[in-house]
Nanobody, 124 residues
Framework: QVQVVESGGGLVQAGNSLRLSCTTS????????MGWFRQAPGKGREFIAS????????SYSDSVKGRFAISRDRAKNTAYLQMNSLKVEDTAVYYC?????????????????WGQGTQVTVSS
């Protein structure tokens, strides 16, 4: 079992930035893709960004492309989501997940381990 723990959420004003971190408990996750999803109240889980096992491949949703950046430090078993130019509509619980494969996948079904989520609230 791989433990996944997100951190870095909080309350921020629109236009500002936050960086989320995601740390996993096992070194083997460094050979897997990792991704970020979010879920706003009353909505389904939405893909945000993903990164391949070596950081060479990334994928973003259109809603965050150009504003968010995903990265990872394999030595620390940690992935990051840098969120810039935040908007009120970015308010959601953000989840980190470890993929079943080495690729930067986008579907929730391709992820095996999930964190508990961290709340991001953007005020106007």
């Amino acid at each position: 079992q791989v433990q996944v723990v997100e951190s870095g959420g909080g309350l921020v004003q629109a236009g500002n930035s936050l960086r989320l971190s995601c740390t996993t408990s096992r070194r083997t996750s460094s050979n897997n893709g990792m991704g970020w999803f979010r879920q706003a109240p009353g909505k389904g889980r939405e893909f945000i960004a993903s990164i391949g096992w070596n950081g060479g491949t990334t994928s973003y949703s259109d809603s965050v492309k150009g504003r968010f950046a995903i990265s990872r430090d394999r030595a620390k078993n940690t992935a990051y989501l840098q969120m810039n130019s935040l908007k009120v509509e970015d308010t959601a619980v953000y989840y980190c997940a470890v993929s079943r494969s080495a690729a930067a996948t986008t579907s929730p079904e391709s992820y095996q381990y999930w964190g508990q989520g961290t709340q991001v609230t953007v005020s106007s």
